[in-house]
């Protein structure tokens, strides 16, 4: 019988001895191979994780990653952090649970982002505070740069506020806000139940990711193409019937005050966070806000910024004007970003709205939001201040602290 290739199955077996009367060469220098490496081989593993490298840059994360860093049993992804990525672990002897943000290995990783890791550490291990993520320690493991950090269990800022947790057969988006699903599908129609559902409307204003190493402003773009944008339509009387409802109103409510007090507390500590978003705030099953994500942290006394020259770190949709020109920041800026996260929470849509990262730019810098009465009529017009004074473009007009705002707002 004639060999057809490496591939082909045409041995011929001597009964029970198990050996090849006509085998290629090639063949028996393979089989004979595969026999030496079985011998050498260390026990086989179980399947790696599913979905660990999915959408995963290997600049920040490696194509294939490890089952194990230091004492930590990784389980499967969370989510893309500032400058990491973030895996579900459980730590192999206490069996304690954690977010374990990994970069590496080392030859993939700029040596930027390896700083701001053991920064971010650094910072985090000596604040202790009930609205700012823990930490539990941080190292390198064969080349892999790692921190883990308390693991929270529940819903980012803008899920947890979604109105249809409350009664998603009332909401009904009009096709003003219907461009803002695109990222993530269409809305179905009036009541339409099911996870789908929630998370069509939950996702309406999602932002882009966090730019970690830093980008260069855009270009300057015709200012006529920012300083007269589409007016933007009041918000259907379903959706803002639903924005408007006294249960999540009080969720919102106690959801603010626990980010402020997270906000005083780092700032007292003279810390600005710089990538301030609903998806860097979780709300877990007890209902306690948390803040997350401080790969981009900035201490006030810092000089020199871990980025590129003429550089600027975060995300644009949220960014304060002067972070945005990559000028120098304070806890001002963080309340600016406060400001665009509370002012979408009221209207279900972003101040700015450019999808162009240049006419974005401008708009941050130049134009001014549409009042927050001229969208949602009914807005609580205590917030409503606080979000419309958070966003002034010049620091000086807005609130000094996250302290003042608790003030202003009292026991809500």
């Known amino acids: 019988m004639a060999w057809q290739g490496p591939g082909a199955d045409q041995r011929l077996q001597l009964g029970s001895v198990g050996r090849f009367r006509h085998r290629p060469p090639i063949a028996r220098d393979r089989s004979a191979r595969a026999r030496r490496n ?24 490696p194509s294939v990653v490890p089952h194990q860093i230091g004492p930590w049993e990784i389980s499967s992804v969370i989510g893309r952090g500032g400058i990491g990525v973030v895996y579900r672990a459980v730590h192999r002897n206490s069996r304690q649970l954690a977010a ?98 929630i998370r069509a409307l939950a996702t309406m204003m999602e932002e882009p990711e966090t730019a970690p190493e830093g980008l260069h402003p855009p270009l300057p773009i015709e200012r006529h193409r920012s300083d007269n944008p589409p007016p933007r339509q009041p918000l259907s009387p379903e959706l803002a019937a639903a924005l408007n409802r006294p249960r999540r109103m009080q969720r919102l409510s106690v959801a603010l005050h626990q980010v402020l007090s997270g906000l005083d507390y780092i700032h007292v500590n003279q810390l600005v966070h710089r990538d301030l978003k609903p998806s860097n705030i979780m709300v877990d099953d007890d209902r306690m806000a948390r803040l997350m994500d401080f790969g981009l942290v900035k201490r ?48 279900a849509a972003p101040p700015f709205t450019a999808s162009d990262p240049g006419a974005l730019w401008q708009q941050i810098l130049h134009q001014q939001a549409p009042p927050l009465s001229s969208l949602n009529p009914a807005v609580d017009p205590a917030l409503a201040a606080v979000a419309e004074k958070c966003l002034a473009k010049d620091p000086e007009a807005r609130f000094e602290s996250a302290a003042e705002i608790l003030g202003v707002l009292g026991h809500r």
Not at 39 to 54: C, E, K
Not at 146 to 175: K, N
Not at 314 to 321: D, F, H, I, Q
């Open 38 to 61: 079985r011998r050498r081989a260390p026990p086989a593993s179980p399947p790696h994780p599913a979905g660990l490298t999915n959408g995963v840059s290997p600049f920040y994360a």
């Open 100 to 197: 374990l943000k990994l970069l590496g290995p080392a030859p993939l990783v700029d040596p930027r982002a390896a700083r701001r890791l053991a920064r971010e550490f650094e910072v985090l291990q000596r604040l202790d505070h009930p609205n700012v993520i823990r930490v539990y320690e941080a190292g390198v493991h064969e080349g892999y740069s790692y921190l883990a950090m308390e693991l929270v269990e529940g819903l980012d800022l803008r899920a947890f506020l979604s109105p249809m947790l409350d009664d998603p057969r009332t909401v009904r988006p009009p096709s003003a806000e219907a461009s803002l699903l695109s990222a993530s599908g269409s809305f179905s129609g009036p009541g339409e139940l099911g996870a789908d559902a």
């Open 300 to 347: 006030d006394d810092e000089t020199e910024p871990l980025t590129g020259s003429g550089r600027v770190v975060g995300t644009y949709r949220y960014m304060s004007p002067e972070q945005a020109q990559g000028h120098l920041v304070d806890a001002r800026s963080d309340l600016y970003s406060l400001g665009v996260i509370l002012y979408e929470l009221l209207s």
